[in-house]
């Protein structure tokens, strides 16, 4: 059964960084995109960032370039998000999600994403 796990959240001061990670289980993660999202409260789901399935393109919302960086590791099935110099709009529910295919590209449409992990909470307060 396919299935994705977040984790790594939690509360952080502003200024401070978080690791979260995406674990896939069922089946590997070399054919899929994978991306970012999250949740914030009163907004929308919004795009944060995604990897193509070999890591070869990334693409980040305006709102975390240059404090956030992506990347994965095949070997582990694993997938992650490094987030520094964190902000209190920041916070909201993260999800993973992703996609298959093979291309060297990825997007931040969150109707491109069929499979969704759980989502983990990350709050950034003082």
């Known amino acids: 059964q396919l299935q994705l796990v977040e984790s790594g959240g939690g509360l952080v001061q502003p200024g401070g960084s978080l690791r979260l990670s995406c674990a896939a289980s069922?089946?590997?993660?070399?054919?899929?995109?994978i991306g970012w999202f999250r949740h914030a409260p009163g907004k929308e789901r919004e795009g944060v960032s995604c990897i193509s399935s070999r890591g070869f393109r990334t693409n980040y919302a305006d709102s975390v370039k240059g404090r956030f960086t992506v990347s994965r590791d095949n070997a582990k099935n694993t997938g992650y998000l490094q987030m520094s110099s964190l902000k209190p709009e920041d916070t909201g529910v993260y999800y993973c999600?992703?996609?298959?295919?093979?291309?060297?590209?990825?997007?931040?449409?969150?109707?491109?994403?069929?499979?969704w992990g759980q989502g983990t909470q990350v709050t950034v307060s003082s």
């Open positions: 069922g089946f590997t993660l070399d054919y899929y995109a």
């Open positions: 999600a992703i996609i298959g295919t093979l291309q060297p590209m990825c997007g931040l449409t969150l109707d491109d994403y069929p499979y």
